[in-house]
């Protein structure tokens, strides 16, 4: 397959993804698993890597979500700074696709090289010349 085909199927599943609900986040992860297992990836711990280095991004998704979305609240002791039940789903939510986001471009990165990826991306963004962007 060529790499540009990889990489705008990568596009479009994340954009999907950040804009579908419950059942496209179980279809990314069923997704994932089997891009993972044809690749012979799962028991690679890159992945849990790059999901360790971005947790004090998911520690932020979860806290803005829980706390400054409006709902009831999860802890009634707490009033005001409690955080509510919506935000908590929306916070989980949401850092789950970032972590399916995230197995994806492992596996992106790991089925191609990188001469592959940068002939991608330059074939991608060939049709920016012709509004004289190099």
């Not at 711990?45 to 999901?51: D, P």
């Not at 829980?66 to 009033?79: D, H, I, K, N, R």
């Amino acid at each position: 397959m060529h790499p540009a085909i990889r990489i705008l199927v990568l596009v479009v599943i994340t954009v999907f993804m950040a804009a579908g609900g419950p059942y496209v986040l179980v279809a990314g992860i069923t997704l994932s698993i089997m891009l993972h297992s044809a690749r012979n990836l799962s028991a690679d711990a890159g992945l849990l890597r790059m999901v360790l280095r971005m947790r004090w991004f998911v520690l932020s998704i979860m806290i803005l979500y829980a706390w400054f979305t409006p709902g009831e609240v999860w802890f009634p002791a707490l009033g005001v700074f409690s955080p509510s039940q919506q935000g908590l789903t929306q916070g989980l939510f949401r850092c789950s696709v970032l972590i399916v986001v995230l197995s994806l471009v492992h596996w992106l990165v790991h089925a191609s090289s990188r001469e592959e990826l940068i002939q991608g991306i330059y074939w991608l963004a060939r049709p920016l010349t012709w509004v004289g962007l190099r």
